[in-house]
């Protein structure tokens, strides 16, 4: 597939940056995201902060009140690929492994606006 210049204008492109949980994500139409297991998935608290649309774009001072994001559920628990951690001090025989593997939700974004 071979993309036409746009002669100086941006592509059509719809997305938003939103704050679940404390971190924000920039998120788009059909794509699902990963974010930080929720606590209660009933309740997801979504802040919309910045909506682009092609050439309009409203910023939230700090959120945007009249605008929201439809998200679902996809996966409530999924987990991460493992992290590693090892300590070692040279000359003392020490030497610690710990691991661990982070707890993800997956959600999709169905509608933004």
């Not at 597939?1 to 994500?25: D, S």
């Not at 699902?32 to 050439?55: C, R, T, Y």
């Amino acid at each position: 597939m071979r993309l036409e210049p746009t002669k100086g204008r941006m592509p059509c492109m719809k997305y938003a940056v939103v704050r679940i949980g404390g971190k924000q994500y920039k998120v788009t139409e059909g794509k699902e995201i990963l974010v930080d297991k929720l606590a209660d998935p009933k309740k997801i608290d979504v802040e919309v902060l910045l909506f682009v649309d092609s050439e309009k774009v409203m910023v939230g001072k700090p959120v945007l009140k009249d605008l929201a994001v439809k998200i679902k559920i996809v996966t409530d628990l999924e987990k991460g690929e493992k992290v590693d951690i090892y300590k070692f001090k040279a000359k003392s025989r020490y030497r610690k492994h710990i691991g661990f593997r982070p707890q993800y939700t997956r959600l999709l974004v169905e509608k933004i606006g």
